[in-house]
């Protein structure tokens, strides 16, 4: 082989070598939580940055980042000055689209690079276990009659993935929400802790705050937002498509990128949140919090979320609460 040859050879392997070498962080990785410490998508982060340190699925270091404050405007303004660099991460929920479409901040998932959508924590609507109602459509019956006959308790700001769980199937239902009684609280734990109370009659909240109750025999759950019958506590409680009612609602925790990162940065990150939905330690997060793994990579999460707004849409503008144009 002349030397000409050879260097042509060594040049195709470097090449070679080089095609096959794909992206990894190259300094510490943020990742930003929209909410303070303590709250699901705080929990959310932390496992996931936990998950990765203990499998190694990183070659740098990596933090949480807390800022919260203005509808999760805060967080997204600054993820959104990050455009083009891979090494910054939001944790994210439907409150990205919700807040888009009432109003609230300009940013939404288009204005980032959607990576995964994790986990699925499902939406109950519950009343205390000695209530005359027995079932959603009992629910759905008495509203349609008086629409405020009975207090629902909202265990989010209204707008939120809360009130939309009551909203869909009450508009089903051919319910005039407008006329309804709503009474907000900041969590579920509140919304659970005032049902107890006697202070409200229903209330729409966390299936994980809610089952412990219902194992009790304090609670009963009407219906769930979930798909399909849930498993544990909550296994007697109808979907509302079993009472033939629209109600699905996927109250998920994602994670987006900052926007115009490159295609091999996006299947790095992929990969890395496939690895860990996957691993034991998920699962057991996940099933501890009653919780459905639902992950989706970065192409279906981008979908996922260009659906979900076009659902949530109509139904936030029926209720007054989407932006005028």
């Not at 009612?245 to 091999?264: C, D, F, P, Q, S």
Request: glycine residues 8%; charged residues 15%; proline residues 5%.
């Amino acid at each position: 082989m002349t030397l000409r040859n050879i260097a042509l050879a060594a040049g195709l392997l470097v090449a070679g070598l080089a095609g096959a070498q794909t992206w990894t962080p190259q300094r510490n990785v943020e990742v930003i939580v929209p909410a303070t410490a303590g709250g699901s998508l705080d929990t959310t982060g932390r496992t996931i940055t936990r998950i990765w340190g203990d499998l190694k699925l990183l070659p740098v270091s990596s933090n949480i980042s807390n800022r919260a404050g203005g509808g999760h405007a805060v967080a997204y303004n600054y993820l959104a000055q990050r455009a083009g660099d891979p090494h910054y991460l939001g944790v994210t929920s439907m409150t990205l689209l919700a807040n888009h479409v009432n109003g609230n901040i300009p940013l939404t998932y288009t204005d980032f690079t959607p990576l995964a959508v994790l986990l699925t924590e499902y939406i109950a609507i519950a009343v205390q276990a000695d209530s005359p109602l027995k079932s959603g459509k009992d629910l759905i019956d008495a509203l349609r009659k008086a629409p405020n006959s009975l207090s629902l308790a909202l265990s989010s700001a209204p707008g939120g993935t809360h009130h939309m769980s009551f909203a869909m199937p009450l508009l089903a239902g051919v319910v005039d929400v407008g006329k309804t009684k709503l009474v907000v609280f900041n969590s579920s734990a509140e919304a659970v802790t005032a049902l107890l109370g006697g202070h409200v009659d229903v209330i729409s909240a966390g299936t994980v705050q809610v089952a412990p109750f219902v194992a009790s025999g304090k609670l009963r759950v009407l219906a769930v937002s979930a798909p399909r019958r849930m498993t544990g506590p909550l296994a007697a409680a109808p979907t509302w498509p079993e009472l033939g009612l629209k109600g699905v609602m996927e109250n998920w925790r994602g994670v987006i990128g900052a926007k115009n990162i490159t295609a091999e940065q996006i299947r790095f990150w992929d990969n890395t949140f496939q690895r860990i939905t996957s691993s034991e330690a998920f699962r057991d997060y996940a099933q501890k919090n009653q919780w459905e793994i639902t992950y989706r990579g970065a192409d279906e999460s981008r979908r996922f979320m260009a659906e979900q707004y076009d659902e949530l849409k109509p139904v936030m503008t029926e209720l007054g609460l989407a932006r005028k144009p």
